[in-house]
C-alpha cells in the first residue's frame, strides 16, 4: 500500500504561483511513476504531469507546458508540482498519485491517490 497526501493549495491570483507538495508513505519502493491531475467543477479529471520515481523525463499536458514544473524528492519521498503564470482556468482540485507497476501511459493507469487539494486563481 503507499499512501499520498498533497498540500500547498490555496488562493492565488492570475499571473501568480504556488507549489503544491505531495508526500508518499508506505510501500514506496513500490512506486514506478507519480502524476498530478486536476478536476473543475462539472469537468472531467484531466492530466497535468508525471514523472518517473527513478528518474528521467517528465511529461506535461500541452495546457500546462512551459508553466508547471513537477519534480521529485526521494529522499523525502515527496513529490512538488511548481505552478507559475497562473491562470483562472488552472482552478480546480489537485490530486497526485503514484502507480506501482510499469505503463507506457503517463496519463492514465494510477493505483494510488491522494485526497486532493484545492487550487483557486481569481482574474
Known amino acids: 500500500q503507499v499512501q499520498l497526501v498533497e498540500s500547498g493549495g490555496g488562493l492565488q491570483r492570475a499571473g501568480g504561483s504556488l507549489r503544491l507538495s505531495c508526500a508518499a508513505s508506505?510501500?514506496?519502493?513500490?512506486?514506478?511513476?507519480m502524476g498530478w491531475f486536476r478536476q473543475a467543477p462539472g469537468k472531467e479529471r484531466e492530466f497535468v504531469a508525471a514523472l518517473r520515481w527513478s528518474g528521467g523525463a517528465s511529461y506535461y499536458a500541452n495546457s500546462v507546458k512551459g508553466r508547471f514544473t513537477m519534480s521529485k524528492d526521494n529522499a523525502k519521498n515527496t513529490v512538488y508540482l511548481q505552478m507559475n503564470s497562473l491562470k483562472p482556468e488552472d482552478s480546480a482540485v489537485y490530486s497526485c498519485a503514484a502507480r506501482t507497476y510499469y505503463s507506457d501511459n503517463y496519463d492514465r493507469d494510477y493505483n494510488y491517490w491522494g485526497q486532493g487539494t484545492q487550487v483557486t486563481v481569481s482574474s
Open positions: 508506505g510501500r514506496t519502493f513500490t512506486i514506478y511513476a
